[in-house]
Nanobody, 120 residues
Framework: QVQLVESGGGLVQPGGSLRLSCAASRIISSTYAMGWYRQAPGKQRELVATITSGGRSYADSVKGRFTISRDNAKNTMYLQMNSLKPEDTAVYYC???????????????WGQGTRVTVSS
């Protein structure tokens, strides 16, 4: 089984930036689909961004502000978050699966989550 460990969350002021990291416990094939979800208090978990060998995708709410990337040599995925807004406040989770369809179905591997708070 693959274990995913997230880091990089914290408190940031509106307009600020954070970079989240998700490290895998073992090598994940470069063909794996990976992504970030988030869950705000009282809300459902929502998809933020995905990355596959075919490209990247983003939720409309973060498009233009967030960038997803991965370093296959380090078995690590990143989420660069810029121009943060209070509504970005949530627990952010990384996820991985063998294909994009299953990633979207939330059937694969998950990190423990890292909390992001955007507040002045």
């Amino acid at each position: 089984q693959v274990q995913l460990v997230e880091s990089g969350g914290g408190l940031v002021q509106p307009g600020g930036s954070l970079r989240l990291s998700c490290a895998a416990s073992r090598i994940i094939s470069s063909t794996y689909a990976m992504g970030w979800y988030r869950q705000a208090p009282g809300k459902q978990r929502e998809l933020v961004a995905t990355i596959t060998s075919g490209g990247r995708s983003y939720a409309d709410s973060v498009k233009g502000r967030f960038t997803i990337s991965r370093d296959n040599a380090k078995n690590t995925m990143y989420l660069q978050m810029n121009s943060l807004k209070p509504e970005d406040t949530a627990v952010y989770y990384c996820a991985a699966d063998t294909n994009l369809m299953d990633l979207l179905l939330r059937t694969g591997y998950w990190g423990q989550g890292t909390r992001v708070t955007v507040s002045s």
